[in-house]
């Protein structure tokens, strides 16, 4: 009995332990984010802001285009959470129900593809982007995210396919109905939440993203939040920490919220599924 | 829902319907299929091409295949081998403790303790952050005067004032310590799932046999997660391997190269300096290496089946 309550003890311990290490960090950017300039610059910063300012958010729409940056990594995200999901749920229906040589293919394809390092797809992508005229282009962005996300969007998409019973398909050929009718008609609307818990998770990795914004956006006009974020490290001076830490913070709220929404969701089909290669 | 499959299968195999079936199959996979060929095995098979030419950015004469040369180049290059070595050190250095802390979170989740909802809802936020956000927090605790650690260590009379990411001795283990909390929740959202598959009675028949905790979690637990926490390694190792944006952001590769990670060191050269054929052979050597590390990950995998 008394052994039990000290491993009791030991696990709320290391609990503990495991929530300041991962709560540390994000609770400093949030302290630096509402601390004047002049506690920033004091040699002994303290946990929580003297002085709390919103100055530094007002700052940091002020340096960088952060509305505008905003709104591109909206439209890039939306878009191409959108296409991926439309156009991956049906492959994934095909993989999930028959054992074909495209399915085969396709779930090869899916692993593989984990382990691309991108800069090997990222040089071709380049040189073919820029013949068609679109590198400094959102539209150009989008077509890279869409086949960027389509691995996870596949893999989490078959999990939920397999978790509809067959039997309603069945019934549905019974009645003569074709393949792709079946498809539309009985499984679609069975997979509604798992396709819409997809796309947030194909929203929130686009719009995270940053290596391949990063090489295919020139002007500040065209960039998305992350690039513009590290064009604030470029001219960091311990003035410039408050909007830093403003802007990325801010940049960070609309991932936690659809993130907690979908949090249950994922964790099933995420096991294996590409997060952040 | 097996048996379901089951039946289903069998009765495709009876009526094999002449060409209805797989047009609609083919009719639900195009869309898709189109753009995977087009964007991403194109341009891969483009790159491995690549990687034998000497096409450069902004050239006039046409590009020429130069076979092997560009790989000649690499083996003689140190600054790409120093790079190799440290995403190496890089990808085991962040692999191997991810992988116990997250085991030992997942273990701790799994028990019925009053704190795991915020350990859960904390376990999020690394996960759901942008890179770009992971770096720049970091930065904001790593900073030599305004930064939280060298302050919580100066209240214990160490590290006054000491700069993290761009001291030689401690960028690497700093950006290290950063890939470990960046990649941690995946890792024990996995390894969660795997135990609560596992199924309660085995535990509750070790206890009872008088098997310590050690004994129940060799005997019981860690068979039961092994699949996943094989899994789960491989793919860190691979995307650890890979990574990019983290580091870039934290050092940019320095001081002098200490954390220039393969991929940093590729991108420098394909988009800084415009050699595209060079880079392209980097990233070849780089999914030759990936190859050998998958394959051994399978093998460990069907040896575990055999076992089973």
Not at chain 1, 9 to 14: E, F, G, I, R
Not at chain 2, 203 to 209: F, G, L, N, W
């Amino acid at each position: 009995m008394r052994t039990k309550k000290t491993t009791r003890a030991a696990q709320y311990a290391a609990l503990a332990a495991y929530l300041v290490f991962l709560a540390f960090p994000f609770l400093w950017l949030i302290s630096t984010a509402f601390k004047p300039a002049r506690e920033l610059g004091s040699l002994h910063p303290t946990w929580i802001p003297k002085d709390p300012t919103l100055e530094n958010f007002r700052q940091a729409f002020d340096e960088q285009p952060l509305l505008q940056a905003a709104g591109n990594s909206l439209i890039a995200a939306l878009s191409a959470s959108l296409i991926a999901v439309v156009i991956a749920t049906p492959m994934a229906y095909v993989m999930a129900r028959h054992r074909n040589r495209v399915s085969k293919a396709a779930t090869g394809w899916v692993v593989i593809s984990q382990a691309f390092p991108f800069v090997l797809i990222i040089i071709p992508l380049f040189l073919i982007l820029k013949n068609l005229h679109l590198i400094n282009s959102l539209l150009g962005l989008i077509m890279v995210y869409v086949v960027w996300s389509l691995p996870f969007a596949l893999w989490m998409l078959v999990g939920y396919v397999r978790a509809v019973p067959a039997e309603l398909e069945e019934a549905a050929a019974v009645d003569g109905a074709s393949k792709v009718r079946t498809f539309v008609s009985v499984v679609a609307p069975l997979l509604a939440p798992g396709i819409v818990a997809t796309a947030m998770f194909a929203f929130i990795t686009a719009w995270n993203e940053f290596f391949f914004a990063l090489v295919l956006l020139k002007t500040p006009e065209k960039q998305t939040l992350p690039v513009i974020l590290n064009r604030f490290i470029g001219t960091e001076g311990v003035a410039d920490l408050g909007p830093l830490a403003a802007a990325a913070f801010l940049a960070t709220i609309p991932s936690l919220v659809i993130f907690a929404i979908i949090q249950k969701r994922i964790t099933g089909g995420m096991l294996a599924g590409a997060v952040k290669a | 829902m097996t048996l379901a499959t089951a039946t289903k299968r069998s009765a495709k195999k009876r009526a094999p319907g002449p060409g209805r079936t797989d047009h609609g199959a083919w009719f639900l996979v195009l869309p898709a299929l189109i753009p995977i060929l087009i964007l991403s095995v194109g341009p891969l098979l483009y790159g491995i091409a690549l990687a034998f030419t000497d096409s450069q950015s902004g050239r006039t004469e046409p590009t020429q295949w130069v076979g092997v040369l560009n790989f000649q180049d690499l083996l003689h290059d140190t600054l790409f081998w120093d790079s190799f070595r440290i995403g190496l050190l890089w990808a085991f250095g962040v692999t191997v403790p991810q992988f116990f802390l997250a085991l030992g979170l997942a273990l701790l989740l799994n028990q019925p303790l009053r704190m795991r909802w915020l350990a859960r809802a904390l376990a999020i936020i690394p996960w759901a952050m942008p890179e770009v956000v992971v770096g720049i927090m970091w930065r904001l605790v790593y900073h030599p005067d305004a930064g939280v650690l060298n302050e919580t260590l100066s209240n214990f009379g160490l590290g006054e004032g000491k700069d993290w990411l761009t001291g030689t001795a401690t960028a690497l283990f700093a950006v290290i310590v950063v890939g470990v909390w960046a990649g941690m929740p995946q890792t024990t959202v996995a390894l969660l799932a795997g135990l609560q598959n596992t199924p309660r009675e085995l535990h509750e028949a070790a206890a009872m046999d008088g098997a310590g905790a050690w004994r129940r979690f060799r005997t019981v637990t860690w068979p039961a997660i092994k699949p996943i926490a094989l899994a789960i390694t491989a793919l860190n190792f691979i995307w650890n391997f890979n990574s990019f944006a983290l580091v870039y952001v934290l050092t940019q590769g320095g001081p002098g190269g200490r954390t220039r990670l393969p991929m940093l060191f590729a991108y420098e050269e394909a988009f800084r300096y415009g050699q595209f054929g060079y880079a392209a052979a980097m990233g070849c050597v780089m999914v030759a290496v990936i190859s050998v590390i998958l394959a051994f990950y399978l093998v460990g995998r069907l040896k575990g089946g055999d076992e089973a």
